[in-house]
Structure formats: structure tokens, C-alpha cells
């Protein structure tokens, strides 16, 4: 149940992640999939189902080991998860200090060259389609290995 879930909001977040509008609609979508197969992974391990929506806990949980630009990427998906792809601010204090004066800037690039300075997203941490690809490609690696485990013939 959980995996089929998660499959499903893969599939909507990969038609998204075309779309030329509002990119926070694909990375809802991206984050709650990824969510929803961290989730598969605990529940298949035998885990207890979490309340929580803390991608990086529920990595942690899964023992999926992201790198840390993954974890970067885990982190920012997190915050669009939990406020920024439901809501136009934040719904707890502090957290929209957090998220632009720490979240969000470990995925900017800055650099001066003389007097001009440069702003650019951090490509390897930012959560385009491909890296939640790359992302969702190591968690079901994950989910795999269990299925094929659960169901291995001695």
C-alpha cells in the first residue's frame, strides 16, 4: 500500500517536473513520494509507521546512505514537504528564518569575480528532476533488495 503510493506520486511528479509553471507542484509531489517510500522501506523492515514527515529521519530509519548533497537535497524537499508546497508562509515561528537563512542557502552558489557577483542554485544539491530521480532511483534500489529478500527461495 504504501509503495503503490509512493509509486503513484513518482509518476505525478515525473509528468510535473516538465511543466513550465509553478515548480513547487512537482516538488510537493517529488518530496511526498519519496516520503511515502521511506516509508514502504520502514514498514517492509518491520519498522513502526512514523508520523512523522522528516525525510532525513526517515532516511536515517530506512539506512539509506545518501550522500551528503542527497541529504542536502532531502533537507530542502523536507521544508517544501512540511510548509513551503502547502503554504504561502510558514505556519511555526522560526521557521521561515530557518528555511532562507539556512535551508535554502546551502543551495547557493556565490561568487564575486572583481566588482560583479554571482547568485546561482547549487546543481547537484537543488532538487531538479534529476536529482529526485537519482534520489528515488537509490531508495527503491532499497525497496528491491527487500521485496527480493522477503520473497527469496532457499
Given at each position: 500500500?504504501?509503495?503503490?503510493?509512493?509509486?503513484?506520486?513518482h509518476?505525478?511528479?515525473?509528468?510535473l517536473?516538465?511543466?513550465?509553471?509553478?515548480i513547487r507542484?512537482f516538488l510537493?509531489?517529488a518530496a511526498?513520494?519519496?516520503?511515502l517510500?521511506?516509508?514502504?522501506?520502514n514498514?517492509?523492515n518491520g519498522k513502526a509507521?512514523q508520523?512523522?514527515h522528516n525525510?532525513l529521519?526517515?532516511?536515517k530509519?530506512a539506512?539509506i546512505p545518501?550522500?551528503?548533497n542527497?541529504?542536502?537535497t532531502l533537507?530542502?524537499?523536507?521544508e517544501?514537504l512540511?510548509w513551503?508546497?502547502?503554504?504561502?508562509t510558514?505556519?511555526k515561528?522560526?521557521?521561515?528564518?530557518?528555511?532562507?537563512d539556512?535551508?535554502?542557502?546551502k543551495h547557493?552558489?556565490?561568487?564575486?569575480?572583481?566588482?560583479?557577483?554571482?547568485?546561482?542554485?547549487?546543481?547537484?544539491?537543488v532538487?531538479?528532476?534529476?536529482?529526485?530521480?537519482?534520489l528515488w532511483?537509490?531508495?527503491?534500489?532499497?525497496?528491491?533488495?527487500i521485496q527480493?529478500?522477503?520473497?527469496?527461495?532457499?
Open positions: 500500500m504504501w509503495y503503490d503510493r509512493a509509486f503513484a506520486f509518476e505525478g511528479a515525473r509528468i517536473g516538465h511543466h513550465k509553471g509553478d507542484v510537493f509531489n511526498f513520494s519519496i516520503e517510500l521511506l516509508k514502504a522501506i514498514a517492509a509507521t508520523l512523522s525525510l529521519d526517515l532516511a530509519d539506512e545518501f550522500s551528503d542527497q541529504n542536502a533537507e530542502l524537499l523536507n517544501i512540511i513551503k508546497g502547502r503554504y504561502p510558514p505556519t515561528p522560526g521557521r521561515w528564518d530557518n528555511f532562507y539556512n535551508v535554502l542557502e547557493i552558489i556565490r561568487q564575486r569575480n572583481g566588482k560583479v557577483g554571482i547568485t546561482r542554485t547549487n546543481p547537484t544539491t532538487p531538479t528532476i534529476e536529482n529526485f530521480e537519482v532511483d537509490i531508495a527503491n534500489q532499497k525497496w528491491s533488495e527480493t529478500d522477503k520473497y527469496k527461495i532457499e
